[in-house]
Nanobody, 117 residues
Framework: QVQVVESGGGLVQPGGSLTLSCSASRNLYGITDMGWYRQAPGQQRELVAAMTSNGKTTYADSVKGRFTISRAKVGTRDLQMSSLKSEDTAVYFC????????????WGQGTQVTVSS
């Protein structure tokens, strides 16, 4: 069973920074995409940022210029968040798309990010 391990959430003041980290609990073959979604109370889950295995990145318009997704090594994704706003408050979920004959999406349990003074 693969687990998606997330870390780095917490409480931060507006204008501050946080870095979220994501990795798989064991080696996964055929990773094609990894990224982060978030879900605020009463809102739908939305894509925040993603990076494919060949390095192509995607960002939500609301975080462009403030968030950066990076890859320290295969099977990991970090999300550097800066200039945080109260509207960034949400539970952030990491996902991993992987598979050899078929692609499976694995989800993390989520990590809370709260931006408040």
């Amino acid at each position: 069973q693969v687990q998606v391990v997330e870390s780095g959430g917490g409480l931060v003041q507006p204008g501050g920074s946080l870095t979220l980290s994501c990795s798989a609990s064991r080696n996964l073959y055929g990773i094609t995409d990894m990224g982060w979604y978030r879900q605020a109370p009463g809102q739908q889950r939305e894509l925040v940022a993603a990076m494919t295995s060949n390095g192509k990145t995607t960002y939500a318009d609301s975080v462009k210029g403030r968030f950066t997704i990076s890859r320290a090594k295969v099977g990991t994704r970090d999300l550097q968040m800066s200039s945080l706003k109260s509207e960034d408050t949400a539970v952030y979920f990491c996902y991993i798309d992987a598979g050899v004959t078929a692609t499976i999406r694995y989800w993390g349990q989520g990590t809370q990010v709260t931006v408040s003074s």
